[in-house]
């Protein structure tokens, strides 16, 4: 079963108009690369043939990742809400923290001023699905120990 992705539709467009781009230009000006440097000769010890065959490798890698997302997005609206849902800022504080920590509740592509990102189906992420300011819920660490965190400020 794969990940469902939560983005806002501005994301969405975003995404959809970088693999539009990757697609099409970057993939042409790639292939022009390679020929270019194949015409240079030797393959084995030509520099920029094997430069552009590892940009080609990363690019197609992005390709990949923005069709998977894509793939399987699911548009939120992100409205104010009294309780946390996919697409929201969460200001927490750790039980027996002081310090105040803010993520972003989505998917990593939703990524924006410097936030930390949440996926809502991580431990955490589930846990505070539903959760309105004032509430304190546990989940799961990976090291199998059970944290608990309070939720100060839902954005």
Excluded: C
């Amino acid at each position: 079963m794969r990940d469902v992705h939560h983005l806002s539709q501005a994301t969405h467009d975003r995404l959809s108009a970088e693999l539009e781009e990757l697609t099409t230009h970057g993939r042409t000006e790639i292939a022009r690369k390679i020929q270019s440097a194949r015409e240079l000769g030797d393959l084995s010890e030509n520099g920029d043939y094997h430069a552009a065959k590892e940009e080609q490798g990363k690019m197609e890698a992005r390709i990949r990742h923005l069709q998977g997302v894509l793939e399987d997005a699911e548009i939120v609206e992100v409205a104010a809400s009294d309780v946390v849902v996919a697409g929201s800022v969460v200001t927490l504080t750790y039980e027996g923290d002081d310090d105040q920590e803010r993520y972003l509740i989505g998917s990593i592509e939703e990524r924006h001023d410097d936030l930390e990102v949440i996926s809502p189906g991580s431990p955490l992420g589930s846990a505070l699905l539903g959760s309105a300011v004032g509430d304190v819920v546990g989940f799961e660490a990976p090291n199998g120990s059970t944290l608990r965190v309070e939720v100060i400020d839902i954005a």
